[in-house]
């Protein structure tokens, strides 16, 4: 089952890639195990105010690519979407000093609905 997802994971994130749908494949990077930073932070570099972003930026469950997320704004200049990102990073739910369990069901939530909008973006019309 896991080589299955990751075959599926790294076709998704290269048919985005081939879509220049950046933020999608940012958050497929941070799927895998363990995350693609690098490929992740190079993604949400590519970036536009034309991608979506203050509809996937609530989606975003991994701080390190919320925080890469503000300093990519903050060097834009783009300070509406700083502060947006900087009001998500105050989420409870993905304070990392919660409890395990409630961290993975988080998680798990914010990739479902990731995933159902990715899947309603791409495949219905």
């Known amino acids: 089952r896991r080589v299955r997802e990751a075959v599926v994971s790294t076709q ?3 048919a985005c890639m081939n879509l220049n749908a950046h933020i999608e494949v940012a958050l497929l990077c941070c799927m895998k195990t363990p995350p693609d930073y ?3 932070f190079q993604a949400l570099k590519r ?4 991608d979506s972003l ?3 930026y609530p989606l975003f469950w991994d ?3 919320l925080e890469c997320a503000i300093a990519l704004h903050h060097k834009r200049g783009e300070t ?3 502060d947006f990102v900087i009001g998500l990073m105050g989420q409870p739910e993905i304070n990392e000093n919660n ?3 409630l961290l993975r069901r988080t998680i798990e939530a914010k990739k479902c609905v990731f995933l159902r909008t990715l899947f309603m973006k791409f495949f219905v019309r």
């Open 12 to 14: 998704s994130t290269g």
């Open 38 to 40: 690098g490929t992740s």
């Open 47 to 50: 970036t536009t105010n034309l």
């Open 54 to 56: 203050h509809v996937y």
């Open 63 to 65: 701080v390190n690519l």
């Open 80 to 82: 509406m979407l700083r």
């Open 99 to 101: 409890p395990p369990i």
